[in-house]
T-cell receptor, first 112, second 114 residues
């Protein structure tokens, strides 16, 4: 069965510092992978997605993610974090039939 | 283009009661999926509706049911509410037949069962 693991429940970074959020997936074929962000009281906003091709994917708000098949990972990165990036981040994989399977999420705190 | 609208935003129900949550899909989308997000967890797939019929279901009991209407809007009904049903319920719309998996999520309905 497909699953998504986000090893870090909470991460705290200083404003201006770089960020990497980890995501590992378990899936037999080439996965369709997503990163979403959720601000308090809000729905999910798509940051980026990977289907095939270039393994480095650019998204909105300056985020990028790299697909590494050998490590079954799809980590999210940002070179310089802003205070407004504080939110919860979810990695997800599509299961056949267009169902998203989400990880448990990583809460990002940004300190000034 | 309009996004996904969910109503109500919050509600409180008593254990054993029934509840109906509503979702208006994004303009141009014909598929609606519902997710349950318990506190501290990622969203869990409940079911999906396409052409007014259920098109896949997650690991949820039959007391979770839904409808899709000709205008592609949708309802989620939960009978015999239990305390563990307290969660944020998210609706996502998409366009079937495309391979870009362009889901648009609503802001959710926060359900509290007491």
């Amino acid at each position: 069965a497909q699953s998504v693991t986000q090893p870090d429940i909470h991460i705290t970074v200083s404003e201006g510092a770089s960020l990497e959020l980890r995501c590992n997936y378990s899936y037999g074929a080439t996965p369709y992978l997503f990163w979403y962000v959720q601000s308090p009281g809000q729905g999910l906003q798509l940051l980026l997605k990977y289907f095939s091709g270039d393994t480095l994917v650019q998204g909105i708000k300056g985020f990028e993610a790299e697909f590494k098949r050998s490590q079954s990972s799809f980590n999210l990165r940002k070179p310089s974090v802003h205070w407004s990036d504080a939110a919860e981040y979810f990695c997800a994989v599509v299961k056949y039939g267009n169902k998203l399977v989400f990880g448990a999420g990583t809460i990002l705190r940004v300190k000034s | 283009e309009t996004g996904v609208t969910q109503s109500p935003t919050h509600l409180i129900k008593t254990r054993g009661q029934q509840v109906t949550l509503r979702c208006s899909s994004q303009s141009g989308h014909n598929t609606v999926s519902w997710y349950q997000q318990a506190l501290g967890q990622g969203p869990q797939f409940i079911f999906q509706y396409y052409r007014e019929e259920e098109n896949g279901r997650g690991n949820f009991p039959p007391r979770f049911s839904g409808l899709q209407f000709p205008n592609y809007s949708s309802e989620l009904n939960v009978n015999a509410l239990e305390l563990d049903d307290s969660a944020l319920y998210l609706c996502a719309s998409s366009l079937a037949g495309t391979d870009n998996y362009g889901y648009t999520f609503g802001s959710g309905t926060r359900l509290t069962v007491v």
